[in-house]
């Protein structure tokens, strides 16, 4: 076998590097070329089917939130108003717990004492306005009537008025002519 040249092999390299870096630059070149024509034919069809899927789906998610909201309403009260029972128990249930006894009648009347707060019912809304207007109108016609009975107890009178059918006497001086008879004014 004969001798290897060295700078052969090093110009046949660089050439075939050189060649795969032009090879690769157009690769590149045509690579974004085609992402970015892609990309512009792949947008609108998403935008067009996020706009339908949209369309489609939003009435149907504000009917649903409709229907849910009373719901959701209803539950947030429920757990309000069972968080408040909760601790009312707790603390009644602790109380009871801290009185003499044996552990067993301790526990029974924790538990008991728990139950009754549990079991309270609860105040309604409507009866306490109702009882609020009820007052008011109760008040309203007692001061009314309270009035009316002020106004008939006060005099229809003046006491200290000056009779009107009185005489006055006035500094004003009056001459007093005689009345001509009806015989002299028929002359």
């Known amino acids: 076998m004969g001798k290897l040249d060295t700078n052969k092999l090093h110009r ?17 070149t045509k690579a974004q070329n085609l992402a970015q024509e892609g990309a512009e034919w792949v947008a609108p069809r998403a935008q067009y089917l996020w706009d339908e899927t949209v369309k489609a789906t939003a009435p149907v998610l504000e ?46 009347r924790a538990g008991e004492a728990s139950r009754k707060e549990l079991t309270k019912p609860k105040k309604s809304v409507a009866g306490t306005v109702a009882k609020t207007f009820g007052w008011a109108l109760l008040g309203t016609a007692a001061a009314g009537v309270g009035y009316l009975l002020w106004r008939r107890s006060q005099p229809i009178e003046d006491p200290w008025a000056e009779e009107y059918w009185a005489d006055l006497d006035t500094d004003v001086d009056i001459v007093e002519t005689p009345a001509e008879s009806a015989e002299e004014t028929e002359e």
């Open 12 to 28: 046949e390299a660089d050439a075939a590097a050189e060649a795969a870096m032009r090879h690769g630059e157009e690769f590149v």
């Open 63 to 108: 009917e649903a939130a409709d229907r849910v909201r009373p719901y959701l309403d209803d539950a947030q009260a429920v757990a309000s108003d069972y968080a408040k029972r909760g601790e009312k128990a707790a603390r009644a249930a602790s109380a009871a717990a801290k009185k003499d006894g044996t552990i067993a009648e301790r526990v029974q």
